[in-house]
């Protein structure tokens, strides 16, 4: 089990695994990585989670939520359930979330049931139809989860769905310059193409996972084409943080490069 949560970030960020490229179709990705999480994924890589987009970018410096009293939100891919105790303490009005898999959603079940809070949790991969009412929420969050969707502009266009007029939508997701470039005794050098977007293998040990290293301008455009606007990108570590780190090596790296990034977009 690796816990340190700026090792887990490297290692999906795929510098130290082989990956193999392959075809892939939706159902096997998603087989694949619910298989995943629902066995020893969070051991394998842990969860990232509110305040923290990442490694070294928090919420505590970017402000990126603003006051959540009374407001309406629902997380993709809510994992441990960590974030959604951090809007649910700062008494946002309700919590949903939504996990491809059902032993994740346990654990936020169990984990916000301990904090004295409660969620409409639904089990579904964030590509489908699932349920969730539309025109209904203030804000739409994911913390290191929306990456994993086999169709982003189709996700992106659902999660505008469930946003009322004006609400906002915040992800985090690990950066792609990080996904390409690797550390080789004092430098940093690229072992694949920015450009290459197909979806690669990963074995961790005993387990294996499926993801796709999708460019910035895929984010942006994809979100300009469900409709949003892009108000706030974050691409820079927190100095204070990386000096924190345990991980020198990795912290050297995110000084030199984006290891992570964060949008904030709203609904036109
Ligand atoms: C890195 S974890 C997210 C971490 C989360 N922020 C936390 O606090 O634990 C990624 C989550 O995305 C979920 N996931 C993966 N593929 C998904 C999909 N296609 N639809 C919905 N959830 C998915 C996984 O089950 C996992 O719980």
Known sequence: MVNNSAIRT????????????????????????????????????????????????????????GDVSGKKMLEIGCGSGQSLQYVGERQASELWGIDLSESQLEKTRQHLEACGLSATLIC????????????????????????????????????????????????????PIH??????????????????????????????????????????????????VIEQMIEESDEALMMQSSDREFADKARMLPVSFVIKARKL
């Open 124 to 175: 579904s991969p964030m590509e489908e139809e699932c349920g969730l009412p539309t025109n209904y929420f203030d804000c739409v969050y994911s913390v290191y989860a929306i990456g994993w969707t086999t169709d982003l502009e189709g996700t992106f266009r659902r999660i505008a769905s469930y946003l009322v007029e004006g609400g906002v939508f915040i992800f985090s997701w690990s950066h």
């Open 179 to 228: 996904k390409c470039v690797t550390a080789d005794n004092d430098s940093l050098v690229f072992k694949k193409s920015y450009f290459d977007e197909s979806w690669y293998s990963v074995t961790l040990g005993e387990s294996t996972l499926s993801l796709s290293d999708r460019k910035l301008s895929t984010y942006a455009n994809a979100l300009a084409r469900a409709g949003f």
């Open 10 to 65: 490297n290692i999906i960020g795929g510098s130290e695994v082989g990956a193999i490229s392959v075809d892939m179709d939706q159902r096997s990705i998603h087989e694949t990585n619910s298989l995943f999480w629902n066995t020893n994924g969070n051991d394998v890589l842990g969860g990232t989670a509110l305040p923290f987009y990442g490694a070294y970018v928090s919420e505590d410096s970017c402000q990126l939520f």
